[in-house]
C-alpha cells in the first residue's frame, strides 16, 4: 500500500498534523521570564513551556499528534475502541490546550521598576497553535460524520 503524501491528505488532517508538530517546536521558544533593565543593569532570563501542568499540557498535545498520524499512515496498528480515534484526538487536544491556557494564565506576572516578569511570546504563539490544532480535531471529527460518544451511549457508530 502506498504511504498517503502530506499534500494529498484533507486540510483537516493536514491542520492537525502541522499544529501540532509547529506546537512541539514553539514549545522551546520563550514562555516565562524575566527581565531587567535598571541602573546599567541589562539581563533577561526565560524558561521554555516544559515545566509544571504545561509540560502535562504539551504532552497530551504531543499525542493527539501522534494519534492522528497513526491513523493516517498506520490505521491498522490502532486497536478497536468503543469510541472513534477521531474523538481521541480531538479530546486529546482540548485537554493539553485547556491545561495550557489555564496554566499560562495562573503565572505570576508584572512590572516593578526596571523589572518585569511574566509570558512571554512564545506563550501566545503556542496558545494560539493548539487552539488551530484542537479546532482541526473539531472539524476532522465533523467531517469523518464521528458522533460524540455521550450520542448513543459510548457505542461505536
Known amino acids: 500500500m502506498a504511504q498517503p503524501d502530506f499534500r494529498t491528505m484533507p486540510r483537516n488532517d493536514q491542520g492537525v ?18 527581565t531587567v533593565n535598571a541602573a546599567g ?15 502535562l499540557a504539551m ?3 504531543l499525542a493527539a ?6 491513523q493516517l ?7 478497536e ?6 474523538f ?5 487536544s482540548a485537554l493539553g490546550t485547556l491545561l495550557l491556557i489555564i496554566r499560562s494564565f495562573t503565572l505570576d506576572h508584572g512590572d516593578i521598576g526596571g523589572f518585569s516578569y511574566g509570558l512571554r511570546w512564545g506563550a501566545y504563539v503556542l496558545m ?30
Not at 499528534?65 to 497513526?70: F, K, L, P, S
Not at 481521541?88 to 486529546?92: D, E, F, G
Not at 493548539?130 to 460524540?148: E, I, Y
Open 81 to 86: 475502541t468503543s469510541v472513534s480515534w477521531n
Open 73 to 79: 499512515f498506520s490505521p491498522s496498528s490502532l486497536p
Open 59 to 61: 504532552i497530551l498535545v
Open 41 to 55: 543593569i541589562h539581563g533577561s532570563s526565560s524558561t521554555s513551556a516544559w515545566h509544571s501542568y504545561a509540560t
Open 88 to 92: 481521541v484526538v480531538l479530546a486529546l
Open 17 to 34: 498534523l502541522a499544529a501540532g508538530v509547529l506546537a512541539f517546536i514553539a514549545s522551546f521558544f520563550p514562555y516565562y521570564g524575566a
Open 128 to 157: 494560539i497553535l493548539c487552539v488551530v490544532q484542537t479546532l482541526f480535531a473539531f472539524l476532522r471529527m465533523r467531517a469523518a460524520g464521528d458522533a460524540m460518544p455521550w450520542a448513543h451511549g459510548g457505542a461505536a457508530a
Open 65 to 70: 499528534t501522534v494519534v492522528a498520524a497513526m
